[in-house]
């Protein structure tokens, strides 16, 4: 797996689609070493997805893994608690790699 699997599964209208139906989306963010294109086998994709969620954080996490069958770890945040989590060395290092989608 590499750039092409991250490129097509990505850009995948379906899970977009699927996304966008649910939620509005403002960010989605790539990272890890699907961003890298260092992906391999047992690799997952991981995500940073900012829109208008509602409900508790595990919750959120929940409805998307049930979107799709891929190996995603989807974290989702709120606008607000996005702003706020990227003031902290957690996000800032992610997004310094992050590619967004």
Known sequence: MGAW???HVWSSPDIVKRLRSLY????????GSA????????SDIDLIIVGDFKGR????IAD??????LPIEP???T???FEEMK????IQEILKRAKEL
């Open 64 to 69: 998307v893994l049930n979107l799709t069958s």
């Open 24 to 31: 509005t989306i403002y960010h989605v963010y790539l990272f």
């Open 57 to 60: 954080f595990f919750q959120r």
């Open 79 to 81: 606008y607000e608690e």
């Open 5 to 7: 699997f991250t490129f």
């Open 75 to 77: 974290l989702e945040y």
């Open 87 to 90: 003031q902290g060395p957690f």
């Open 35 to 42: 961003a890298e294109n260092a992906l391999h086998e047992g």
